[in-house]
């Protein structure tokens, strides 16, 4: 099971940190990333990160956004800065093993205020 956490309100142009940690039932997780959904749209990439730290960024988020991740805690962050109300969305982190199924963890909500 994966389990995120760091939502909440902020103000435009605030900055938030997001963290998922992977639970011990998961193993040999190759990628880890976050993705998000805001109301009446599909959920969309927002960045990931493989296991040798080779990274992939939505284009809405170059430069505001940093990926990373702890492989020995099982844990990837988001750090996301100069926040804008378009970010405001429902964040979901993901793993997956090699060679295995994508694990989702449970939304943490972020909310923007103009």
């Known amino acids: 099971q994966l389990q995120a956490s760091g939502g909440g309100l902020v103000q435009a142009g605030g900055s938030l940190r997001l963290s998922c940690v992977a639970s011990?039932?998961?193993?040999?997780?190759?990628?880890m990333g976050w993705y998000r959904q805001a109301p009446g749209t599909q959920r969309e990439l927002v960045a990931r990160i493989t296991s040798a730290g080779s990274t992939v960024y939505a284009d809405s988020v170059k430069g505001r956004f940093t990926i990373s991740r702890d492989s020995a805690k099982n844990t990837v962050y988001l750090q996301m800065n100069s926040l804008k109300p378009e970010d405001t969305a429902v964040y979901s982190c993901?793993?997956?093993?090699?060679?295995?199924?994508?694990?989702w963890g449970r939304g943490t909500l972020v909310t923007v205020s103009s």
């Open positions: 011990g039932s998961i193993f040999n997780i190759n990628v």
């Open positions: 993901v793993g997956v093993p090699y060679g295995g199924p994508w694990n």
